[in-house]
């Protein structure tokens, strides 16, 4: 007679605790701590289990004096099982002062790499929205990583700068930084009057105070936490319309603007090539677009959403070549609008950018599509373009020529095998079906198939296996 009550009271607590419990349930309540990670197999800690963020609002105040930050971010965000407690990532020397959950002081830790462990006041019912206040200050971190580079914060000789790809987000705010979980944002920064603060999206006013001033961006749409962007420091800003009708904000670093026309070259070049990419891949998936020269010293170009910057370091007077620009502005559509659910699905960014830069040399009357396919593929079977998987590189390779050049070649290859009809209609139908969402290499390869009308199956599977999941040179 009593072994059927404990079975009930078993099943009631399985079915309380949602099935979906990332830990032991806790037995007086059915609410359980989300997960630590997001499972991306790349990087393990990134991300959290348990809660999907709606918005972020981040107010940030910047003085060059010290290198430092006062902040406080709120973070909208549903639970999505009963939760005890969730963690979300941060990261570096910031120095946490207040942390509340809908607005009553909740306890915190923070453990391992860059776990911040919160633990509300009281349980958070699945499906309930719910506001988490952090509040912190100090001079954030700039990660520099052997494999993956400078990203984070970086101090710039005028001011700063945060590049998040792939694991910078959590040096500036608490986040939860997976790819997966986009959001919209609103930043309020302010600096000393005199400095501008720039970030993704749009204006939504700035007023200056006791020698500081604010400025306010807001993006409306769903954006990665990898794709975020503040820049702070002197710049030029052309703020213009394109030929197409898209809103332009560019912005030059003064220190680098120092040839005549180049604010106007910068704008005009960024808007010719926003609308054509839009001809092709369809309607420019954000309220604006533009583009960010700075001093940043990092070597790379960064896609940032919306307003991609591009490191002039050293280069004073130049801009970023037509190429470039094809590059960060391809990827509004391939990585910001449709970005990858995993980091081994990189290749879905990096193959279709610099696939962009092929299509925007040849319609501009440059090297055809086919001569870069074959300049690329012509690199010896020795080199490092043809060791590795493009669609699972490693963690240490995701910028590899690999992902890039390799990418791009599969592309062309699809191209190859199911025409220019289909293969142009792929180009639009992909970012309109998936924007502003996730997708895999899976899915992918199964659209592929699907606007190929199944009628290359059988030579569009081994096309992947040997392009997509293959080492070594493809024969042709
Ligand atoms: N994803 C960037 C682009 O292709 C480049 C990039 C970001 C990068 N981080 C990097 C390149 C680190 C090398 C190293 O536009
Ligand atoms: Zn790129």
Redesign the pocket.
């Given at each position: 007679m009593s072994k059927l009550p404990r079975t009930l009271a078993a099943l009631a607590l399985t079915l309380a605790a949602g099935l979906v419990a990332a830990a032991p349930a806790d037995a007086a309540t059915g609410f359980t701590p989300g997960a630590p990670g997001a499972g991306d197999p790349y990087f393990p800690d990134m991300g959290n289990g348990g809660y999907d963020v709606a918005h972020y609002d981040i107010a940030l105040k910047y003085d060059p004096a010290t290198k430092s930050i006062t902040a406080t971010t709120k973070i909208l965000a549903s639970a999505t099982q009963n939760l005890s407690r969730f963690n979300l990532d941060f990261l570096g020397p910031l120095q946490i002062s207040d942390v509340s959950v809908n607005g009553r002081q909740a306890t915190y830790q923070r453990t391992g790499a860059q776990e911040l462990e919160i633990t509300p006041s009281r349980g958070l019912r699945n499906g309930q929205p719910f506001t988490t206040q952090v509040t912190y200050s100090g001079a954030p971190q700039t990660i520099d990583d052997p494999a993956l580079g400078i990203s984070g914060w970086v101090n710039t000789s005028d001011g700063g700068l945060m590049l998040n790809q792939p694991i910078g987000a959590a040096t500036v705010y608490p986040v939860n930084d997976s790819p997966q979980d986009k959001a919209t944002y609103t930043f309020t920064i302010t600096a000393p009057e005199g400095l501008t603060s720039l970030a993704n999206g749009d204006p939504a006013g700035s007023w200056t105070k006791d020698g500081w001033t604010t400025a306010r961006w807001v993006m409306g749409q769903p954006m990665a936490s990898e794709l975020t962007v503040i820049a702070i420091g002197k710049f030029t800003v052309t703020d213009g319309v394109t030929p197409g009708g898209v809103r332009n904000i560019t912005a030059i670093d003064t220190t680098l603007d120092t040839a005549p026309g180049q604010d106007a070259d910068f704008q005009n070049r960024t808007a010719t090539v926003t609308d054509w990419e839009s001809s092709i891949y369809g309607r420019y998936p954000f309220g604006s677009t533009g583009g960010i020269v700075d001093d940043a010293h990092v070597a790379y170009a960064l896609?940032t959403q919306g307003r991609p910057v591009y490191d002039r370091y050293g280069r004073p007077g130049q801009n970023p070549s037509d190429g470039l620009l094809a590059?960060e502005l391809g990827?509004q559509w391939f990585g910001d609008s449709v970005t990858p659910k995993r980091w081994a699905d990189i290749w879905l960014?990096?193959g279709f950018?610099t696939y962009s830069e092929w299509l925007y040399a040849e319609h501009t009357g440059g090297q055809s599509v086919q001569a870069s396919f074959d300049e690329t593929y012509a690199t010896d079977a020795s080199d490092d373009l043809w060791q590795g998987k493009v669609a699972d590189p490693g963690r240490d390779h995701i910028f590899d020529g690999l992902v890039y050049d390799r990418g791009a070649m599969t592309l062309h290859m699809i191209r190859k095998t199911i025409g220019d009809d289909r293969f142009f209609t792929l180009l639009k139908l992909w970012p309109t079906v998936h924007r502003h969402g996730n997708a895999s290499t899976e899915d992918f390869t199964t659209f592929v198939k699907r606007i190929a009308g199944h009628a290359n199956a059988g030579q569009l599977d081994a096309l992947f296996a040997t392009w997509l999941y293959s080492e070594g040179k493809p024969a042709l």
């Amino acid at each position: 007679m009593s072994k059927l009550p404990r079975t009930l009271a078993a099943l009631a607590l399985t079915l309380a605790a949602g099935l979906v419990a990332a830990a032991p349930a806790d037995a007086a309540t059915g609410f359980t701590p989300g997960a630590p990670g997001a499972g991306d197999p790349y990087f393990p800690d990134m991300g959290n289990g348990g809660y999907d963020v709606a918005h972020y609002d981040i107010a940030l105040k910047y003085d060059p004096a010290t290198k430092s930050i006062t902040a406080t971010t709120k973070i909208l965000a549903s639970a999505t099982q009963n939760l005890s407690r969730f963690n979300l990532d941060f990261l570096g020397p910031l120095q946490i002062s207040d942390v509340s959950v809908n607005g009553r002081q909740a306890t915190y830790q923070r453990t391992g790499a860059q776990e911040l462990e919160i633990t509300p006041s009281r349980g958070l019912r699945n499906g309930q929205p719910f506001t988490t206040q952090v509040t912190y200050s100090g001079a954030p971190q700039t990660i520099d990583d052997p494999a993956l580079g400078i990203s984070g914060w970086v101090n710039t000789s005028d001011g700063g700068l945060m590049l998040n790809q792939p694991i910078g987000a959590a040096t500036v705010y608490p986040v939860n930084d997976s790819p997966q979980d986009k959001a919209t944002y609103t930043f309020t920064i302010t600096a000393p009057e005199g400095l501008t603060s720039l970030a993704n999206g749009d204006p939504a006013g700035s007023w200056t105070k006791d020698g500081w001033t604010t400025a306010r961006w807001v993006m409306g749409q769903p954006m990665a936490s990898e794709l975020t962007v503040i820049a702070i420091g002197k710049f030029t800003v052309t703020d213009g319309v394109t030929p197409g009708g898209v809103r332009n904000i560019t912005a030059i670093d003064t220190t680098l603007d120092t040839a005549p026309g180049q604010d106007a070259d910068f704008q005009n070049r960024t808007a010719t090539v926003t609308d054509w990419e839009s001809s092709i891949y369809g309607r420019y998936p954000f309220g604006s677009t533009g583009g960010i020269v700075d001093d940043a010293h990092v070597a790379y170009a960064l896609e940032t959403q919306g307003r991609p910057v591009y490191d002039r370091y050293g280069r004073p007077g130049q801009n970023p070549s037509d190429g470039l620009l094809a590059h960060e502005l391809g990827h509004q559509w391939f990585g910001d609008s449709v970005t990858p659910k995993r980091w081994a699905d990189i290749w879905l960014n990096e193959g279709f950018a610099t696939y962009s830069e092929w299509l925007y040399a040849e319609h501009t009357g440059g090297q055809s599509v086919q001569a870069s396919f074959d300049e690329t593929y012509a690199t010896d079977a020795s080199d490092d373009l043809w060791q590795g998987k493009v669609a699972d590189p490693g963690r240490d390779h995701i910028f590899d020529g690999l992902v890039y050049d390799r990418g791009a070649m599969t592309l062309h290859m699809i191209r190859k095998t199911i025409g220019d009809d289909r293969f142009f209609t792929l180009l639009k139908l992909w970012p309109t079906v998936h924007r502003h969402g996730n997708a895999s290499t899976e899915d992918f390869t199964t659209f592929v198939k699907r606007i190929a009308g199944h009628a290359n199956a059988g030579q569009l599977d081994a096309l992947f296996a040997t392009w997509l999941y293959s080492e070594g040179k493809p024969a042709l």
